[in-house]
């Protein structure tokens, strides 16, 4: 499945099953367009001076034949100002992550998806896997890449060694596995082996398959270990990392009797695997997810202030108000870090660089801000 434009919580896995309190600070602060067409800009990435992500400035989006669309990979160099279009081909090359001067993304110029790199200081880029099935959705860190690949007849995680060559399976479960990110030795993924989905006529509802149980699950690469993160028994999904730390988003607090996603109350949850301790980051009774962490910051995607959307003639597709906030978890405190009257979506973060997909032009762009500057504005 290929998604143009997130409409809800990303519920890929769960659509897949289907087919088979702290007051927040407000600060106002400098932000900087990255990427403006008109054209939409998704899926941001970033690492040190880079930002990557999707364009589909040359896409051919009037064909029903998705794979004919043609969305392509750039990047821009913060300190020299300058942007450069990554890949050419005429297919949908989406999902970039990059570590280094290595961007990662999905491809399906050969039919099939597949995980291409591309090293911006050689200019070279390689085709990292070949099977016929699909690959999707890679992340990188140093020399090994991730993806979910679907050869098995379902998702699995599996890993790629840059320097040795060597390919390895990561999981083996009957169930999909999904949303792999990487760092360091540990692989983190949702997990949907303890899904149990029944159902009197066999039409399973989004409600129905988020009321069900899916995890976040971890492995690691030197002792070879697999640990289930979470154990409550709700719907866990999109996990990031850094370091010691995970992320997440988390319906164990949720209603969804609602037909409206709006009102749910997703929350961003953590764990640190030194400890072994979980912590409720978020208590606002909206709903937040995609979440990314660096260091001590950990950014999301916030909807409670959706209800305050103004007229600014944005696409009628989004017909919402969502925010980026963000919490510091040495000081417990947590700030709306953007506060524009449309959709800010996708946060992306490295050391005191802040990344998001905006749409206060009417098309998703891609905006930036200086976090350190953020931070000093709200003293």
Known sequence: MITKKKVTICFFTALLLIAGGNAAAQTEVNITPVAMEEADQNDPAVYADTVVWTDWRNSNISSDEQALWNADIYMFNISAGEEMQISADESLQIGPRIYGDRVVWTDTRNGSADIYMYNITSSEETRLTDNESDQWYPDIYDDRVVWEDTRNGNADIYLYNITSGEEVQITDDEAPQVDPVIYGDIIVWTDTRDVNLTTDNGNLTLQDV???????????????????????????????????????????????????????????????????????????????????????????????????????????????????????????????????????????????????????SGYFDIYMTDLAETEQQGQ
């Open 210 to 360: 988020l009321s069900s149980n899916a995890d976040i699950y971890m492995y690691n690469i030197s002792s070879g270990e697999e640990i289930q993160v979470t154990n409550n028994t709700s719907w866990q999904e999109g996990p990031a990392i850094h370091e010691d730390r995970i992320v997440w988003a988390d319906m164990r607090n949720a209603d969804l009797t609602s037909d409206n996603w709006l009102e749910w109350n997703v929350d961003v949850y953590m764990y640190n695997i030194t400890t072994a301790e979980e912590t409720q980051i978020t208590t606002d009774e909206s709903n937040q997810f995609l979440p990314a962490i660096y260091g001590d910051r950990i950014v999301w995607e916030d909807y409670r202030n959706h209800d305050t959307m103004a007229d600014t003639n944005t696409s009628p597709e989004v017909g919402w108000n969502s925010d980026i906030y963000m919490y510091n978890i040495s000081s417990g405190e947590e700030s709306q870090v953007i506060t524009d009257l449309s959709s800010q979506e996708y946060p992306a973060i490295y050391e005191d660089t802040l990344v998001w997909v905006d749409m206060r």
